[in-house]
């Protein structure tokens, strides 16, 4: 039938052609195309079919297998209409009994989920002049009810795959194949053909193709099913072979007499239109694709008939309902953005004025409600909608804008001005950068600058004068001015590492050399100045005092105490020894003078002063007794 359908045949009595599409373009070596592949593969076969054919021979069945045999034909009918269909045969495999019944679901699964029809070939029985089956035939009946009974069962199998509802709606066509056997085919007259059809599958007792027929017929809805009586070849005659056997061969090969050959694969093409027709009308503009489907249906339908101004009137409901949609949907996104936008202004806002009119807000806290101020007062005309009329109007935000402003200026300045004030300028730098950085034409950025400039040129500064500090308090020490070194230390502002480290060394070294002066001084009898070395160093401040040096300055002190008060004693009693009474009350007179730094001497005043009184008495009686002996 393939063959036939790829063959010159004798016109069509409605007018039906059918024409043979074979890819042009072979398959390309290491091109994995197995579509491709497969339609080629299936037009060396369906040549070889045609050359059989040609020569009035039979050609080979195709084979029974897994693969099959796909082809491309171009139908026309008497409507006017074009079909382009793909045949896939399969070649008997539907009733293999080699393949299990999971293995054959899954291949009908796999291969029906897109066909649009389906085309059941059964063979016609023998029948001999006066209308009887041959006896031959009765003989092969029972092997034809196997078949068929195998295509029942398929077919059920099928169904149940695909089921959607009640019946299937989909169209099915049986092909009762070489109708020549059975009948004397009038070419003039295909539904006197049809109705020796309907009679033979009435027939008492029923043939082997009513079951079948009854199974296709009772599984598809109304409309969905039809039988034809076809002969691809036409008439046939039997010829004897050299070897005796006898085969079946058609009487006319060119061009070929076939009958209503092409009828059903157009039923099956229109059918299948009038169902996607219906099933485009009754889901409509609830069709998501509508247009896919309406522009598909319309390629198939002439321009002015009544089923393509349905469609068109259907497209243009379609269009203006997905134009609503679109417009709903658009309505609606903005609305909801408008919504989101407007509940995040509202959060943002009292989040953000909290923040201000907190006194504990940070400065990261006040960035941020700045930096959604600024984007809330710049956003365009279209944003914040809402918030404008309920929350904050453009110019409300502006002001609160400003004030933040000024706050943060205040806030960021006041770190600066403290640094500045305890005359810190190292410690001002970091705050007069951040104060850059958000304001750089605030009120302050001028200053700022000056202080950032000037914090950098400093440390050269300073090390300078840092070198000369230390070199003027290594000149007095070397001098032995420790008075003048350690007010050149108190003096020293700010408190840095490397003058508290100099004071430390201080504290250490001036022990030692105060310890050096004052044995010294005791040694050449020079109590003042060593008491007064040690009085200069008790009244000093105790950030330049060590407890070590404290403890040896009391030490020292006991000591010059009774040195003073050992050497006064010697000398008063050498000058009584010589009756010199009155160097001795000098003596002591001198000692008692206010502005001896002795006077700070523990005691000292209250012994000098005993000493005077006692050595006054002596004076006087000493005078007496001169005087008396002079007399």
Known sequence: MLAALAMPRYPHPLGYTCIWLPPIDAPKAGKQDKRLMNLYTSKEWLEKAIHKLSVQDLPEP?????????????????????????????????????????????????????????????????????????????????????????????????????????????????????????????????????????????????????????????????????????????????????????????????????????????????????????????????????????????????????????????????????????????????????????????????????????????????????TWLTQYVAAPYFRHLISRVFLSSREQAQKTLMELQAHRDKFLWEPVAIALKANDLPAAKAPASEYLKYFPLGEHAQKAREIKLNAEIQPRESKKDWENFVKTYTDYMNNGNLKQAAKWLLDRKPETAELKQLKDIFKTVVIEKIADKVTLALKEARFEEAWRLLEEYANSPSSLQTVEGTQKIAVLRELVKTLVIKTIEEKI????????????????????????????????????????????????????????LTK
Not at 594 to 604: A, K, M
Not at 606 to 617: E, W
Request: net charge negative; aromatic share 10%; hydrophobic share 35%.
């Open 573 to 628: 009693t050498f000058a009584l020894k010589e009756a010199r009474f009155e160097e001795a009350l000098g003596l002591l007179q001198g000692y008692a003078n206010p502005s001896s730094s002795l006077q700070t001497l523990e005691g000292f005043s209250d012994k000098i002063g005993a000493y005077s009184k006692a050595m006054l008495t002596l004076l006087q009686a000493y005078k007496l007794l001169k005087a008396s």
């Open 62 to 370: 195709n084979p029974a297998s897994d693969e099959y045999f796909s082809f491309e034909y171009d139908f026309t009918a008497s409507t006017h209409q074009t079909f382009c269909i793909e045949i896939i045969d399969y070649s008997g495999e539907l009733i293999n009994p080699v393949i299990s019944n999971s293995t054959l679901a899954k291949n009908l699964r796999k291969k029906f989920t897109t066909m649009d029809g389906i085309l059941v070939l059964a063979e016609a029985p023998y029948r001999d002049r006066l209308g009887h089956v041959q006896s031959a035939q009765k003989s092969r009946d029972g092997q034809t009810h196997t078949d068929l009974y195998q295509l029942q069962q398929t077919f059920s199998l099928l169904r149940s795959e695909k089921q959607e509802g009640a019946a299937l709606d989909f169209p099915v066509a049986l092909l009762v194949n070489k109708w020549d056997r059975y009948s004397d085919i009038d070419y003039a007259n295909p539904a006197k053909e049809q109705s020796k059809l309907e009679e033979f599958i009435n027939s008492n007792p029923p043939p082997p193709h009513k079951g079948v027929h009854d199974v296709l017929r009772f599984s598809v809805a109304e409309g969905n099913f039809k039988m034809f009586p076809v002969s691809a070849l036409g008439d046939n005659e039997f010829v004897r072979l050299d070897n005796g056997d006898v085969v079946e061969h058609p009487k006319q090969a060119n061009p070929l007499n076939a009958f209503t050959l092409v009828d059903a694969f157009i039923w099956l093409a229109q059918r299948r239109d009038a169902i996607d027709f219906q099933q485009f009308v009754e889901k409509g503009t609830l069709n998501k694709k509508c247009k896919k489907t309406g522009l598909e249906l319309l390629n198939s339908l002439q321009k002015n008939s009544e089923q393509a101004k349905q469609i068109h009137t259907i497209l243009q409901s379609y269009q203006k309902t997905k134009t609503r949609r679109i417009i709903s949907t658009l309505i609606a996104i903005v609305a909801l953005l408008f919504v989101t936008e407007t509940t995040m202004d509202f959060r943002n806002y009292h989040q953000h004025i909290v923040a201000i009119n907190n006194p504990h807000t940070t400065h990261e806290q006040f960035d941020k409600a700045e």
